[in-house]
């Protein structure tokens, strides 16, 4: 396996013995057989939906081992994606088993939802936008005199498009995900990611951070039976604020890739690719952010 990044990160994989079947802002998937997949997570780093040319330095450990955790809590409302396979049994190179033992999951091969479940939680990013110019946000009416970054009277579900790479997701209304995936399906999606969002809400609380969005994603079985996918309230899926520093009328600081779209802010660019570099200091801390969001919500107690 080659990494064309440096050698303490993986911008891209390359498995030997393995078919690569896809490729997004973040994952590698590989064909294990008819009913698996070997899903590799770089350390590539995506803003405004446009790969940046600066790999994070053990982002993709970080997803990997966050997103394992979340899927073990949250068993009991959905079932995951996830097999319980080593990766190495099979990745066959020992070296190319040693490089992703940490950052790849072999998991079921579904059929992905065409459409990604969001739920805010505060209101913040596109959803204030949204708000200060209609009251509402996706369409989901507001009180009235809501300041930035406040706390909703309860979560809300505003769905979305999946994009294509180097695309820009959409928000859709409830009613045209219920065309696209039939409205049985779509309540129930709706009332699952409701129910994950608030069991990790209030459990990230308690570790000092506030889950502010977040989205997730669910994929269908051969018999229709419904499963969380992808990855689940990550940095990369999620806005982190550390609960000591928030407070309503301010953008907090964050432990995701915020940090990062603050500083893409300030340069002239039009959001398209090719991405600016990132300079190092901006690659180090957010390395760093990456990892002690990790540290917080899975020490021990």
């Keep these: 396996m080659t990494a064309t990044a440096?050698?303490?990160a993986l911008y891209e994989s390359h498995l030997t013995g393995l078919n690569r079947v896809s490729q997004g802002k973040v994952r590698d998937i590989y064909e294990v057989d008819a009913a698996h997949l070997l899903i590799v997570t770089t350390d590539r780093l995506s803003a405004f939906d446009v790969i940046l040319p600066n790999?994070?330095?053990g982002k993709g450990e970080v997803l990997t081992q966050l997103s394992n955790f979340w899927f073990e809590r949250m068993r009991t409302i959905v079932p995951n994606h996830l097999t319980g396979i080593a990766p190495g049994d099979?990745?066959?190179?020992?070296?190319?088993a040693a490089l992703v033992a940490r950052r790849a999951?072999?998991?079921r091969r579904l059929r992905p939802l065409p459409v990604e479940a969001v739920v805010r939680g505060y209101l913040i990013g596109s959803g204030w936008k949204d708000y200060r110019?209609?009251?509402?946000?996706?369409g989901i009416q507001l009180p009235a005199g809501l300041q930035l970054a406040a706390q909703l009277p309860e979560p809300i579900f505003t769905p979305a498009t999946k994009a294509a790479v180097g695309e820009h997701d959409e928000n859709i209304s409830f009613a045209q995900m219920e065309t696209l995936v039939g409205a049985s399906l779509?309540?129930?999606?709706r009332e699952l990611a409701l129910a994950i969002y608030l069991r990790g809400a209030e459990y990230a609380r308690s570790r000092g951070i506030i889950i502010a969005d977040t989205k997730f994603e669910f994929g269908l079985d051969a018999d229709g039976g419904l499963y969380l996918i992808d990855e689940v309230l990550t940095p990369d899926s999620s806005r982190f604020w550390p609960a000591s520093e928030?407070?309503?009328?301010?953008?907090p600081p964050s432990f995701d890739k915020q940090y990062v779209r603050d500083y893409l802010e300030t340069l002239d660019w039009n959001k398209k690719a090719p991405a600016p570099d990132l300079p190092d200091e901006v690659v180090r801390r957010t390395s760093e952010k990456y990892r002690q969001a990790l540290e917080l919500l899975t020490a021990p107690a």
Excluded: N, Q
């Design 6 to 8: 440096t050698e303490t």
């Design 55 to 57: 790999p994070i330095p």
């Design 90 to 96: 099979v990745v066959k190179d020992r070296t190319e």
């Design 105 to 107: 999951v072999v998991v």
């Design 133 to 138: 110019a209609t009251g509402a946000v996706c």
């Design 186 to 189: 779509a309540r129930r999606v």
């Design 246 to 251: 928030y407070r309503i009328g301010i953008s």
